[in-house]
T-cell receptor, first 112, second 111 residues
């Protein structure tokens, strides 16, 4: 079945450690996105990529990094520079022609 | 900057009709999406409006007025499972078709 997969669903890390969140899609979509969601708030764009080996900062990119070495994969690294990393992280993808975005199930990151 | 406004919370009765409004002021506009999100889950696509007018899809309809920067989502014959957050998102031109989301409207359906 085609879809977009995020892993793990829950992740705990100690303060000061970098952590990488996985996002894989087999929908053959060119574009991929990372959003952050905090309680009672909408989704805020962290990074997005329209094509392999290229990505752009979103509205809240500070303290995060990404790579897009393969079309199917768009991992997000939450670095120790991110001041408030505890949040629900959502990955999404869309094709260029049909811009409806499909979301993964999300990763809830807790930094203690 | 981009600004998308939705009511924070709404309550409605099972079987009734509810209208969730969204107003936007954005630099560039390609279209407007509505997503449904249950707590702790991924948003799921409901509708997409690019032209003015009403798009109907079963119990859900969505309306767009580009000149007024206004959209609404209409839910008919409400069911308990419709209790969720409803997210309005604008697709911005010139930025790789990225989406800018409102804060979402938490809908509670009561008996």
């Amino acid at each position: 079945d085609g879809g977009i997969t995020q892993s793990p669903k829950y992740l705990f890390r100690k303060e000061g450690q970098n952590v990488t969140l996985s996002c894989e899609q087999n929908l053959n979509h060119d574009a991929m996105y990372w959003y952050r969601q905090d309680p009672g708030q909408g989704l805020r764009l962290i990074y997005y990529s329209q094509i392999v080996n290229d990505f752009q900062k979103g509205d809240i990119a500070e303290g995060y990094s990404v790579s897009r070495e393969k079309k199917e994969s768009f991992p997000l690294t939450v670095t120790s520079a991110q001041k408030n990393p505890t949040a629900f992280y959502l990955c999404a993808s869309s094709s260029r022609q049909n811009t409806e975005a499909f979301f993964g199930q999300g990763t809830r990151l807790t930094v203690v | 900057g981009q600004n998308i406004d939705q009511p924070t919370e709404m309550t409605a009765t099972e079987g009734a009709i509810v209208q969730i409004n969204c107003t936007y002021q954005t630099s560039g506009f390609n279209g407007l999406f509505w997503y449904q999100q249950h707590a702790g889950e991924a948003p799921t696509f409901l509708s997409y409006n690019v032209l003015d007018g009403l798009e109907e899809k079963g119990r859900f309809s969505s309306f767009l007025s580009r000149s007024k920067g206004y959209s609404y989502l209409l839910l008919k014959e409400l069911q308990m499972k419709d209790s969720a957050s409803y997210l309005c998102a604008v697709e911005i031109t010139g930025g790789g078709n990225k989406l800018t989301f409102g804060t979402g409207t938490q809908l509670k359906v009561e008996l």
